[in-house]
């Protein structure tokens, strides 16, 4: 059982950065993934990496990157907008896959606003 803790959600102004971090119990699961959900809607991917190398993501606004020494995936957030606003999850997987549902240990959540 892989025990995943997100951290560093907040309140933000529209513009703004944030980085959060997701600290793994253990690094028995190859892939690492980012996912948000929004009130009224579906999980969203993010981007996933595995601890060995490799990322699936799209190029954008959104960074994803793993510290392996401290058992730690990041997502790093730039120029962030309203309607980033969401519940930010991170999971942890056999692959490197965009389906939820393939993700076998969720985080509890932290919770990102971005409002003015």
């Known amino acids: 059982q892989v025990q995943l803790a997100e951290s560093g959600g907040g309140l933000v102004q529209p513009g703004a950065s944030l980085r959060l971090s997701c600290v793994a119990s253990e690094r028995t699961t190859a892939a690492m993934a980012w996912f948000r959900q929004a009130p009224g809607y579906e999980r969203e991917f993010l981007g996933a990496?595995?601890?060995?190398g490799g990322k699936l993501s799209d190029p954008g606004r959104f960074f994803i990157f793993a510290d392996n020494a401290k058992n730690t995936v990041y997502l790093q957030m730039n120029a962030l907008k309203p309607e980033d606003t969401a519940v930010y999850y991170c999971?942890?997987?056999?692959?490197?896959?965009?389906?939820?549902?393939?993700?076998?240990?969720w985080g509890q959540g932290t919770q990102v606003t971005v409002s003015s």
């Open positions: 999971a942890a997987g056999a692959t490197l896959i965009s389906r939820p549902e393939a993700y076998l240990f």
């Open positions: 990496i595995k601890w060995s």
